[in-house]
Nanobody, 120 residues
Framework: QVQLRESGGGLVQAGGSLRLSCQASGSIPVSNINAMGWYRQAPGKSRELVAMFSNWGNPNYADSVKGRFTISRDGAKNTVYLQMNSLIPEDTAGYYC????????????WGQGTQVTVSS
């Protein structure tokens, strides 16, 4: 099993910034993970990809966050980060760290989620 430990999140005004962190650990070698990043789910909506590394190449971003969010990683710490700038109320959601052995769209492991609330 792989455990994903998230930190960050909270309440911010529109236009503000937040940074999320997610560290992977577990009994399965983290080197088996080839996709890692973030999904989000707003009330009444489906969970959607926000930003994900696949095969640790160029990340994929949702169109709605391009130019505002940046995903990065620290391989030595098995950690990915999501820097969120120019936040808007529509970014309000539970943000979930996600990891997979094969595909950014077929997630094997989920974090517990962290709430991001953007006030107008």
């Amino acid at each position: 099993q792989v455990q994903l430990r998230e930190s960050g999140g909270g309440l911010v005004q529109a236009g503000g910034s937040l940074r999320l962190s997610c560290q992977a650990s577990g009994s399965i070698p983290v080197s088996n993970i080839n996709a890692m990043g973030w999904y989000r789910q707003a009330p009444g909506k489906s969970r959607e990809l926000v930003a994900m590394f696949s095969n640790w190449g160029n990340p994929n971003y949702a169109d709605s966050v391009k130019g505002r969010f940046t995903i990065s990683r620290d391989g030595a710490k098995n950690t990915v980060y999501l820097q969120m700038n120019s936040l808007i109320p529509e970014d309000t959601a539970g943000y979930y760290c996600a990891a997979a052995q094969y595909s950014a769209y077929n997630i094997d492991y989920w974090g517990q989620g962290t709430q991001v609330t953007v006030s107008s």
